[in-house]
Nanobody, 124 residues
Framework: QVQLVESGGGLVQAGGSLRLSCAASGRTFNNYAMGWFRQAPGKEREFVAT????????SYADSVKGRFTISRDNAKNTAYLQMNSLKPEDTAVYYC?????????????????WGQGTQVTVSS
């Protein structure tokens, strides 16, 4: 069992930055790929970014490419999402997720454990 706790959300002006953190419990964290997803009001949950278990490979949604960076520190059992040049359309609840596989995936159905989410609000 893996438990995930996100933090770092908040209110920021357009053009600003935030860094989200996802702290994971469990000794096998470094064997699992991780992902970030988001859900805006009235919309379906969508893929944001994913990273392999070792951190050597990442993938991003086109809407955040060049602005967001996913990373992980396996020694700290923590993953991060650095978000720069934020836009109002980035406003959503952001979720981190873990899949019991070392390979990354952009499909939410591929993930086995989810955090409770953290709100990110970008004002114009």
């Amino acid at each position: 069992q893996v438990q995930l706790v996100e933090s770092g959300g908040g209110l920021v002006q357009a053009g600003g930055s935030l860094r989200l953190s996802c702290a994971a419990s469990g000794r096998t964290f470094n064997n699992y790929a991780m992902g970030w997803f988001r859900q805006a009001p009235g919309k379906e949950r969508e893929f944001v970014a994913t990273i392999t278990s070792g951190g050597g490979s990442t993938s991003y949604a086109d809407s955040v490419k060049g602005r967001f960076t996913i990373s992980r520190d396996n020694a700290k059992n923590t993953a991060y999402l650095q978000m720069n040049s934020l836009k109002p359309e980035d406003t959503a609840v952001y979720y981190c997720a873990v899949r019991r596989n070392s390979g990354r995936s952009s499909y939410s159905s591929a993930y086995d454990y989810w955090g409770q989410g953290t709100q990110v609000t970008v004002s114009s």
